[in-house]
């Protein structure tokens, strides 16, 4: 297998809310069509670069194996396994070029396969609706992007982001006139908090979490 993209499908579906109010077996086959269509009208002629995994105990169609093409995507059922995340772990561990390989799911175990392989990855409803770029990037590639390592910088306020720039702003100053020192940035008294953290608690609460869930994401 050599795809671009590997994709979670249930989690897609299951994520985003594709299958309607009730998941039923008539609403699930719906919502897999609609996915497949989406992709395939979404990636063009590329569609032949995208792979969907789906959990299945038997084809969905009378004599169709464990892989087919639908609407021109890639398409590949579990029925061999003993479901899609073990597949879908075998297909990574098989690409050939992994570090070119984005693959889409919000469950942090398929995350955890593709980052021992040093593959991109993406939470389904990021890339289902387009507001994320991947997860798990190498450092140089989003070091030249010229944009900070989301979701930090999508946590901080107007007000965080002016004091954190002020805090850049003085450490370089400090360094320049003695580089040897290492003296502490001054913040201005209107923008510190009472408790003389540089940025609220809830903030820090929420870096503290985001890299419990992405162990790998560590400031330099």
């Not at 269509?37 to 169709?64: C, H, L, M, N």
Request: aromatic letters at 8%; a negative charge; proline letters at 6%.
């Amino acid at each position: 297998m050599h795809c671009t993209t590997l994709i979670d499908g249930y989690n897609i579906i299951f994520t985003c809310g594709l299958y309607g109010k009730h998941a039923t077996a008539e609403s699930l086959a719906q919502a897999r069509r609609r996915l497949l269509t989406e992709i395939s009208e979404r990636f063009g002629a590329q569609a032949k670069g995208v792979t969907v995994v789906f959990d299945a105990q038997r084809a969905p169609s009378a004599g169709a194996g464990q892989s087919q093409t639908e609407a021109g995507v890639n398409v590949f059922y579990s029925i061999q396994h003993a479901n899609a995340d073990q597949l879908i772990d075998e297909l990574i561990r098989a690409h050939p070029e992994p570090q070119r390989l984005t693959v889409v799911s919000s469950d942090h175990w398929i995350q955890n396969a593709a980052r021992r392989r040093r593959a991109k990855f993406m939470d389904s409803d990021c890339w289902y609706f387009g507001d994320s770029s991947p997860l798990g990037a190498d450092k140089k590639t989003q070091e030249s992007s010229g944009k900070p390592n989301e979701p930090y910088d999508s946590l901080l306020s107007e007000t965080e982001k002016k004091k954190l720039t002020l805090w850049a702003e003085q450490l370089k100053d400090d360094l320049q006139e003695d580089p040897k020192s290492e003296p502490g940035p001054a913040i201005p008294n209107e923008l510190t908090p009472e408790d003389g953290q540089p940025f609220p608690q809830d903030y820090l609460d929420e870096l503290q979490r985001q890299l419990r869930i992405h162990p790998d994401n560590r400031f330099d």
